[in-house]
């Protein structure tokens, strides 16, 4: 078991995935980082699931267990024959009432504190791309090289946003080359 100063914040970040268009995390990690039994976490969340509605916990459905199987290989679940539960981040919070261990209500704070800074980074990216929306009207005409700019900027906003919550991995990738009117230019994708 983890001494709760000893799990890192990038730890817990990995363990946040994207399920419905919303950051979750699963039973199998929250429990890890508590240090319980799944089951435990489970049976506690079901005792009080009246504390629990859809907006704060929800069990995946086949599809979303297919995917995130093929998104890691293998089941991560060890072949478990129960269905996963995915905590939004007001579902964690609610956790801590019904887990009432010192280490579940520690943790808890951690990871919402992960939550609230990602969730203002994710308010900057947006704020950084109303601010280049505004200057690409303010160019509407201008050359095509400042719109290709404008465009690849975009990209890398939403494919971190895309990437938030998920695993770090080492980037792989191509190089291209695009074309513009002053010549061509190498670009990592």
Not at 66 to 92: H, I, K, N
Request: with cysteine.
């Amino acid at each position: 078991m983890k001494d709760v100063a000893a799990i890192q914040e990038g730890e817990i970040a990995r363990k946040i995935l994207i399920i419905r268009d919303e950051q979750v995390m699963l039973d199998r990690d929250l429990a890890e980082m508590y240090g319980v039994e799944t089951k435990y976490l489970k049976r506690q969340v079901r005792r009080n699931i009246r504390r629990f509605p859809k907006d704060f916990m929800f069990e995946l459905n086949k599809g979303e267990i297919d995917d995130l199987r093929c998104q890691f290989g293998t089941s991560r679940w060890g072949g478990s024959r129960y269905v996963p539960m995915a905590f939004t981040e007001q579902g964690v919070a609610q956790l801590s009432s019904v887990l009432s261990s010192e280490r579940a209500i520690d943790v808890n704070i951690q990871i919402i504190r992960l939550f609230t800074r990602m969730r203002k980074l994710l308010m900057k990216h947006k704020e950084l791309l109303l601010r280049v929306e505004q200057m690409d009207g303010k160019i509407e005409g201008q050359s095509g090289e400042i719109r290709v700019l404008f465009d690849y900027i975009r990209k890398l906003i939403e494919d971190k946003k895309a990437r938030d919550g998920q695993a770090s991995r080492t980037r792989i990738g191509f190089e291209t080359t695009i074309h513009s009117k002053s010549g061509s230019d190498n670009v990592r994708v």
